[in-house]
DNA sequence: ATAATAATGCAACATTGTTGCATTATTATA
DNA sequence: TATAATAATGCAACAATGTTGCATTATTAT
C-alpha cells in the first residue's frame, strides 16, 4: 500500500491509503459511485484528484464501457502511466449483475491492420459471468 | 436516408436526415461536439434524444474510449437495436489525429473464458492511423 | 524542529445529460 | 385534400459529473 505510493514517488496520505484499500478488498472493477460509497464520508474534489493521479501514474486504469459508466482498477505492477501499461488481461461485463472483471486470457489476440501501426488493443466481452450463470 | 428511417419505424423529420447525413458524409466515427459542430444551429436537447433513438434503433453505435469522449458511427445495415449489433469491425484510436475509425478485419478473434459465457466481443486498438503515419 | 512543498477541502463554476410540458410537425384515415 | 391522432421539437428548469483557484493543513526533507 504505502510500499505503491513510494515506489510511484508519490506522497503517503490517508485519503490515498483508503482509497487503495478499497480496490484491494474488491475482485471486480468499481465505478466512481461504488467508490464514493465504500468511502462514506469525503471529498469529492479529492477524490477524483486522486483518481487522475492514480491513473496518470499507472495505479489504475480505468475501462470505458459503451452505455455504462466508467470502471476502475488496479493495475499490474509494471505499468508505468496513464499510455504505457502492461497488462494481458481482458475485460469482461455481465449483462445481469453489470460488474466489470479484469480476466486473464490464454493467448491474447493479435491485430494487424494494413496501413496502421497498432500499439496496444483492449479487449472487452459482454455476457453472463461466472456468478450469474 | 428516409428508407432507413421507415425501415426502422420511426418518423422522418428534417433534424434525423441532418443528422444522418452528418455521419454519411463522414468516413471516421464522431464525437457528440463533432456532430454540434457540423449542425450550426440547433437544439441540445433534440440532438441528445435523436442520439439516444437512433442507438436504441441500432442506427447508430456508441465507441466508449477511456480517457477520452464517446464517437458514434453508422450501425451496419442488419444491427437490431442496442443490444443486438452484427458488426464485425473493430474500433482504432489514433493518438495522434484522435480520430476513431471502424475497420474491418480478416478474422475477427474469437475469446474463450472459462466458466463466463460470452456474447459479444468488442476490439479497440491504439496506435498510429494510415493518414498521420 | 523548521522550512519547503504538496495535498486537502471549500466555494464557485463548467460541462454533460435529463425531464416535463406546451407547441409544432408528421402520418394515417376519411 | 382536410382532419384527427400521434409523435417530435424546443424551451425552461434541473440533475449529474467533473474542474479550477485558493487558503488551510499535512507530509517530507534538512
Ligand atoms: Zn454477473
Ligand atoms: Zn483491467
Ligand atoms: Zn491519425
Ligand atoms: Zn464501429
Redesign the pocket.
Known sequence: MEKL??SKK???????ISILNIFNKQSTALS??EIETELGQ?????L???L??FKEKGILHEIAIAGS??RLALCEQNCEDLHHHHHNHIHFHCVLCSEVYCLDVETYPEIGLAGFEVQQVEIQATGICKSCR
Open positions: 505510493l513510494r508519490i506522497r503517503i496520505t490517508d485519503f490515498r466512481i459511485e469525503f471529498d469529492r474534489i479529492t477524483y484528484r486522486t487522475k493521479l459508466n466508467v
